[in-house]
């Protein structure tokens, strides 16, 4: 019985929480409407510019990471590619099939197939 009471409870407590989160997202929500509503044409149109100008933002950072070779799966011959690569871009993932005294005396590589992320941010 006395289990069965606090689960009752926990249920409540839960549904209470849920509702009130619920409420927030609402009204938050409400007023992002009520703030579109209220706009004028101008504001709608420097919005709109604004939406255009970060797609046309992201798709020229598509297309220059396209032309770094994002996405490829490629094998690079040397130590000193590996390198050029490596410094071009922000992050890079490598996929070492096979020992080499680079991937084992620079990097650490140590077993036979390794897979590394080289980020810029770290």
Known sequence: MEADASVDMFSKVLE???????????EHLDSEIQKLDQMDEDELERLKEKR??????????KQEWLSKG???YREIPSE???FQEVKESENV???F??????SIA???VRSFSSVMLF???S
Do not use: I, M, N, P
């Open 70 to 72: 994002h996405g490829e």
């Open 80 to 82: 000193r590619d590996f």
């Open 16 to 26: 209470h929480q849920l509702l009130q989160t619920t409420k927030l997202v609402e």
């Open 97 to 102: 099939y096979r020992d080499s005294t680079f």
């Open 119 to 121: 980020s810029s941010s």
């Open 52 to 61: 255009l100008q970060a797609l046309r933002k992201a798709q020229q950072q």
């Open 93 to 95: 993932v490598c996929h």
């Open 106 to 108: 620079y990097l650490g």
